[in-house]
């Protein structure tokens, strides 16, 4: 096994073992390569472990709607990775479940 082998394999086991679920938010304009990060960010991860959210920023006339159907989206879990391609979401939706964050 080499040594990026072991750095993957001891990676897996500490999401496996997490005691609480893991977002993961790419920041970048369009066309900076936030999905192909992703990508190549979960090429060696069990594909059960993970769900990737693509999507854009809600207009607003359907914000009310599109956060209540996402706060059930979320990951509830524990060890269950979920990656966001904008910080928008981190804002709108990760920050204010955990109350990290302000209305």
Same mark, same amino acid.
């Given at each position: 096994?080499?040594?990026?082998?072991?750095?993957?394999?001891?990676? /897996? &086991?500490?999401? %496996? /073992?997490?005691?609480? +679920? @893991?977002?993961?938010?790419?920041? &970048?304009?369009? #066309?900076? #390569?936030?999905? #192909?990060? @992703?990508? %190549?960010? $979960?090429?060696?991860? !069990?594909?059960? %472990?993970?769900?990737?959210?693509?999507?854009?920023? !809600?207009?607003?006339?359907?914000?009310?709607?599109?956060?209540?159907?996402?706060?059930?989206?979320? !990951? $509830?879990?524990? &060890?269950? @990775?979920?990656?966001?391609?904008?910080?928008?979401?981190?804002?709108?939706?990760?920050? +204010?479940? /955990? &109350?990290?964050?302000?209305?």
């Amino acid at each position: 096994m080499t040594k990026m082998q072991r750095l993957q394999a001891e990676i /897996n &086991g500490a999401l %496996q /073992n997490a005691d609480y +679920p @893991i977002a993961i938010v790419l920041e &970048g304009r369009d #066309g900076a #390569g936030k999905t #192909g990060a @992703i990508r %190549q960010a $979960t090429e060696y991860l !069990p594909f059960r %472990q993970y769900k990737i959210i693509h999507s854009r920023k !809600p207009s607003s006339s359907a914000m009310a709607q599109w956060l209540q159907y996402w706060k059930w989206q979320l !990951p $509830t879990e524990k &060890g269950q @990775i979920f990656f966001f391609d904008r910080s928008w979401y981190s804002r709108a939706l990760c920050q +204010p479940l /955990n &109350g990290w964050a302000s209305d």
